[in-house]
């Protein structure tokens, strides 16, 4: 039986600075063509109508990373959104960020509640970006919410199971991941989505983040249509 397309495929964008290393070149640039390839992967996104594109930017991990990448990035991640925000709204895309806000620059969060604002209403698909992000944390968050309706007697424990948990996610509305890529070789999920990965269909592939093209991406879908979707039964 051939699977449906997915709705949702998440991406955990691995190997900038490793494919700048092969090339003699600063990591600087190593991101800058990362930056390139998801800008090429979005149109081939939008032509297949992928409902939802979750990519991985930045994990809460990544600030133990030299302070002065660290502050590069944030500055490019800054001038990025600036410099695309118009067109990612006219491409019709809705722009969710999930993660902690709080170590962020108030400049950052309010550019990330901005871009939040203008795109709430798009329909043509959902970018949601993965920005100072961990899974566990996302899972406590949930917890911390959860405990805090209790506390005022909203709700008992015996109303909680996985579905209404999941409404206490960073965007609850975005729904569990059917795919999940991870480049540059490694083999693991590293903290992303735990709880929407729960059934999610792996595919991994040596090529570095700014050497994945449309056509990996195609190869990754051919791929999850031959496999069979057992979602624990």
Not at 10 to 35: C, F, P, T, V
Not at 52 to 69: C, D, G, H, V
Not at 102 to 125: F, P, V
Request: net charge neutral.
């Amino acid at each position: 039986m051939i699977n449906p397309s997915p709705q949702h495929v998440g991406i955990i964008m691995d190997g900038n600075r490793r494919w700048a290393r092969q090339r003699g070149l600063s990591y600087a640039e190593g991101y800058k063509a990362g930056y390139r390839a998801l800008k090429q992967l979005l149109d081939h996104v939008q032509k297949l109508g992928l409902k939802y594109l979750s990519i991985y930017a930045f994990s809460t991990e990544n600030w133990q990373r030299p302070a002065k990448q660290v502050d590069w990035l944030m500055k490019f991640i800054s001038q990025s959104l600036d410099k695309e925000i118009e067109e990612i709204n006219q491409r019709g895309l809705k722009l969710a960020f999930l993660g902690n806000w709080q170590h962020l620059s108030e400049k950052l969060r309010h550019q990330l509640k901005e871009a939040e604002e203008l795109t709430q209403n798009n329909r043509a698909g959902t970018l949601a970006v993965c920005f100072n992000y961990s899974g566990q944390q996302e899972i406590v968050d949930a917890t911390r919410q959860i405990m805090d309706i209790f506390d005022n007697e909203v709700l008992t424990p015996k109303a909680i199971d996985e579905t209404s948990f999941a409404d206490y996610l960073y965007h609850p509305e975005i729904p569990p991941v059917d795919l999940i890529i991870r480049t540059s070789g490694e083999y693991r999920l590293s903290n992303f989505m735990l709880w929407r990965a729960a059934y999610s269909e792996l595919f991994f592939t040596e090529k570095h983040w700014p050497d994945f093209t449309a056509q990996d991406l195609d190869q990754a879908l051919q791929e999850y249509a031959r496999r069979q979707r057992r979602m624990g039964r």
